[in-house]
T-cell receptor
Framework: DAGVIQSPRHEVTEMGQEVTLRCKPISGHDYLFWYRQTMMRGLELLIYFNNNVPIDDSGMPEDRFSAKMPNASFSTLKIQPSEPRDSAVYFC???????????????FGEGSRLTVL | GEDVEQSLFLSVREGDSSVINCTYTDSSSTYLYWYKQEPGAGLQLLTYIFSNMDMKQDQRLTVLLNKKDKHLSLRIADTQTGDSAIYFCAGENDMRFGAGTRLTVKP
């Protein structure tokens, strides 16, 4: 398996523009997580899904952020409108509840670095 | 995240031992993890410990767990420049991370 795949790796946009980040989890994994990493706040959990259903979105900063998982192999994180304070590295991770050692290990993508000017 | 606390920075000389500490609040996890994040990359699982163990040794890595105090530590023996990274602890049932500990290894 290729691992968790995120796109784009880098995005530079202007304030007010819509940003869509994409994630393909590892095949067979039933959990998907979105994180945001900044120097100020560290690694924050934004939202996670189980079997494509959002379970906890309490970390989503505000209504400008939305996440979807239309099927088991694809998820998006959308920011509309974007602001300079949204500049960060956004990570997607997936895990499986069906065995594995250790259970619950998270597999991370390489991240999407977003810069909002 | 609010569920784990770690020191932000640690600097050591090559060849010395490094000790990274973590205090956690979630006591329901069966496994506790250490993840490593190298520059420009996502996190990768480095090692883990089962919650009924006090210690686990894995080559240069030693994990110590004090369940009573909810304290987890990672010791790296003979630290190398390739160990320079950010280290995060987390529990199996709570996939929230803090800022991590940035380890810098000086030659």
């Amino acid at each position: 398996d290729a691992g968790v795949i995120q796109s784009p790796r880098h995005e530079v946009t202007e304030m007010g523009q819509e940003v869509t980040l994409r994630c393909k989890p590892i095949s067979g994994h039933d959990y998907l997580f979105w994180y945001r990493q900044t120097m100020m706040r560290g690694l924050e959990l934004l939202i996670y899904f189980n079997n494509n259903v959002p379970i906890d979105d309490s970390g989503m900063p505000e209504d400008r952020f939305s996440a979807k998982m239309p099927n088991a192999s694809f998820s998006t994180l959308k920011i509309q409108p974007s602001e300079p304070r949204d500049s960060a590295v956004y990570f997607c991770a997936s895990s499986s509840s069906n065995g594995g050692t250790p259970p619950g290990e998270l597999f991370f993508g390489e991240g999407s670095r977003l810069t909002v000017l | 995240g609010e569920d784990v606390e770690q020191s932000l920075f640690l600097s050591v000389r090559e060849g010395d031992s490094s000790v990274i500490n973590c205090t956690y609040t979630d006591s329901s996890s069966t496994y506790l993890y250490w993840y490593k994040q190298e520059p420009g990359a996502g996190l990768q699982l480095l090692t883990y410990i089962f919650s009924n163990m006090d210690m686990k040794q894995d080559q240069r890595l030693t994990v110590l767990l004090n369940k009573k105090d909810k304290h987890l530590s990672l010791r790296i023996a003979d630290t190398q420049t390739g160990d320079s990274a950010i280290y995060f602890c987390a529990g199996e049932n709570d996939m929230r991370f803090g800022a991590g500990t940035r380890l810098t290894v000086k030659p």
